[in-house]
């Protein structure tokens, strides 16, 4: 009898602790929607719970450094976002593999072509994909700006923590390589084009860094999971 009431007592313990275990892990998760920034102010990505569309302050900016990669145009030249220093930078994760990617390449062309003289640049990181079949895809859809290749996904290791398997993405880097906003789905130029510019303008008015919008990591989300070709 009492072996039998050591061994529920024992039981009763492991379900206790690994409750306990579960419920910090999901409310870590819940909690850190708006906290993209380590220890030392760099970038890591925290689990968006489910939403699509993440915003943040100046103040809860994680900075991207060491990202770097192959061009994709040219094989024998490096491509490094600190080529693009006092820029504001969106990064477009894409392969020509993917549906939703296809469907939003003029748009992001239109994006470029809009904010280029406004200090703004656009770089793809091609991923899980084909050389050849790449090129023929940035020929097709007339894209100007240029792509990291990047089949392994060792360029994707600078963004920290970043589900490589969710493409197409598109992450918005104000001029200090801040991470200001990450959408985890196709994107259109009407909703990208006004973002960016305001990212791109922060501080013009004063000559220094604005305070950012009252979004957050945690508002103004879309709250629905990445449909199809949205976390392929």
Known sequence: MKSNRRRFRAGRRWLVLATVALLGLLSGCA?????????N???????????????YP????GRVTGLEGE?????????RLSDFEGEA?????????????????????AVQDSLGDEGVQLLGIDVRDNRDAARDF?????????????????????????????????VVLDRRHRVAAIYLTA???DELLP??????????????????????????????????????
């Open 58 to 61: 100046p103040d809860e900016r």
């Open 138 to 170: 940035v020929d097709n859809f007339g894209i100007t700006y240029p792509s990291i290749f990047d089949p392994s996904g060792r360029a994707m290791l600078a963004l920290d923590g970043f589900p490589r398997s969710t493409t197409p993405a598109t």
């Open 89 to 109: 930078v969106v990064l477009n994760i894409w392969g020509s593999w993917c549906p939703p990617c296809r469907a939003e390449a003029e748009d992001l062309q």
């Open 71 to 79: 061009s994709l145009k040219k094989s024998d030249e490096r491509i």
């Open 31 to 39: 909690g850190g929607d708006g906290d993209a920034v380590t220890d």
């Open 195 to 232: 973002k960016v510019r305001d990212i791109a303008s922060e501080g013009a008015d004063t000559g220094s860094e604005g305070t950012g919008s009252k979004e957050s990591g945690s508002e103004e989300q879309d709250s629905r999971a990445p449909g199809p070709g949205g976390a392929n």
């Open 187 to 189: 994107i259109t130029k």
């Open 41 to 55: 102010g760099e970038f890591t990505f925290v689990s968006p719970g489910g939403r699509t569309r993440l915003f």
